[in-house]
Structures are given as C-alpha cells and as structure tokens.
C-alpha cells in the first residue's frame, strides 16, 4: 500500500532549501532594510505578514476548489486528497491573517474586530473551511468526497467577495493599496518587502500542502488496508 | 526610546509563526503516526492472508 513515491520525503530539499532561505530573507527585510512607515510606525511591519497569508490563504482556496472540481468530473481520490489538503491550509493561513489582523487593528483603530464587510466576509471565508473540516469525517465514506468538494467550491466562490469587499463598499479596513485607484500605491522599498514576502510565504504554503497531502494519502491507505482486514476477519468468521 | 507598539509587533509576528510551525509539526507527527498503523495494517493484512490459505 505504501507506494514508492510515499517513502520519499514529501518536500523536495531544493524547495525546503529555498523556502528557508527566502524566510530569513524576509525576516531581514522586515525588520532592518525597510523603513519605518510615517503613519503608522513600527505596527505596521504586521502588514508584510498579514498580506502575504492572505495571498496564500486565496491561493489555496483555488487550488482546493480546482482539486474538488477535477474530482467531480474525474472521480479520481488523489484530487480529492488535494483538496483536503489544500483546504486545510486555507483556515491555518486564514487563521494568521485575521489572527494578525486583529493584533494589528488593536492599536491603530483601538477595537480588535468589527463588522464591517471586509472582516465579515473573512470571517464566513474561515467559518465555511471550519465547516468543510468539522463535515468531512462526519460524512458517509461512500459520499465523502463529493459533499466535501461542493462545500469546498462554496467557500471557493466567497474569495472574490472577500476580495472585493473594499473595493465595493465603505469599510473600516483600508483600501486596497494595489491596484486600488488613482491614490494607491505603495513606496518601492514596501513594494518589494511585500512582494517578496508573499514570494516566501507561497513557498511555506506550497511545503505545508506537500506534507499534508502525504498525510491525506496516507490516511487513505490506512482506512483501505482497515476495510480489507475487517472484510477478511468477515469472511472467516462466516 | 521604546516604540510603545512594539508589543504588537512582536505578539502578531509570535502568533504567526506558532500558527504555521505548530500545524506543520502536528502533521508532521500525524505522518509518523500514520506511517506505523499502515505498516501495522499491512502486516495484519498478510497475516490474515496466511491464515486464510491454512
């Protein structure tokens, strides 16, 4: 049951080599080449982690949604281990830019959370990838993957929503700074200790999807191997 | 002198990363697990198998 490809390590060296570098690159931008910002002050360095989980936190959500799509149509288990995984790493990274959100809001609006619509629809983005997680071992085994793809698609279709929140309606959080409008924008050293941290950060996430998605074979083999030795037992005890 | 957010700073990014490398080592740990009940399943499996053939 254990294939070949499953004893070798799940994260190829030359990408764990890569995404460790790129983090203590990172890490070196953030905190002495760039600048303080004006405004702000110190706080705001928040913003080149709290971005970053945020492209990764989407960026997951698609893969997760194309995986479910692929396994609807192809019906075959290794999408849907993809899947699994994928939508996983949307609440971890969900949960860093929201948890990241609030610490950051804390001093500079004086309130952890508010209602508005681009934290409400982070908010229902996390509680539907909760629901995925809480659903998927409650489900009939035979039915599992396809009512975890359907919700999986669901929460998929809430991305460009929680994208275009503040861009359609008047909110607390600020507007976009990308590609926002006549007044966006951001200074070039920002610019580049963003881009390079969303850089790093698709780097962890594409590492932590390999890991899982080993796991999520792997489960799948041990219930296989489970259901085989019961049907076994079974047929002896008969 | 002291940026009075630096407390902020320093739990967000501590929040951060314990978030990431936390998930990371509990799948990590669930691999490992995972690992040994298939060997484990395997083997049962054989046997059965054996005893099955007797």
């Known amino acids: 049951m254990l294939r070949e490809f499953d004893e070798k390590p799940a994260i190829p060296l030359w990408l764990l080599a890569a995404a460790a570098v790129a983090m203590m690159v990172h890490l070196y931008l953030i905190f002495i080449w760039v600048p303080t910002e004006a405004t702000m002050g110190i706080v705001q360095r928040l913003f080149y982690f709290h971005v970053p989980a945020a492209v990764a936190q989407f960026t997951a959500c698609f893969v997760g949604g194309i995986a479910a799509i692929l396994y609807l149509v192809k019906r075959d288990p290794r999408y849907d281990d993809l899947s699994l995984a994928a939508n996983e790493t949307v609440l971890v990274f969900g949960l860093v830019n929201v948890c990241l959100g609030m610490l950051w809001a804390k001093p500079i609006w004086g309130i952890w959370w508010t209602w508005d619509p681009r934290l ?119 | 002198m002291v940026d009075p957010n630096l407390s902020w700073l320093f739990w967000g990014y501590a929040v951060g990363w314990l978030l990431i490398f936390g998930y990371l080592f509990s799948i990590a740990q669930k691999e490992r697990t995972l690992r040994k009940k298939v060997s484990e399943l395997q083997d049962a499996l054989e046997d059965r198998w054996k005893q099955k053939k007797a």
Do not use: K
């Not at chain 1, 390079?196 to 296989?224: H, K, N, P, S, Y």
């Open chain 1, 120 to 238: 409400t629809s982070s908010f229902l983005l996390l509680f539907l990838y909760g629901a995925y997680l809480v659903l998927r071992p409650a489900a009939p085994v035979e039915h599992r993957g396809m009512i975890c793809a359907v919700v999986c698609i669901l929460g998929m279709a809430d991305v460009p929503l929680v994208y275009l929140s503040n861009r359609l309606f008047r909110t607390q959080h600020p507007a976009p700074v990308l590609g926002g409008g006549p007044d966006s924008g951001l200074a070039p050293p920002i610019a580049i200790t963003l881009f390079f941290g969303m850089f790093t950060m698709m780097l962890l996430w594409v590492c932590i999807l390999l890991v899982r998605r080993r796991v999520a074979r792997l489960e799948r083999a041990a219930e296989d191997l489970t259901r085989r030795v019961h049907e076994l037992e079974d047929v002896r005890s008969f």
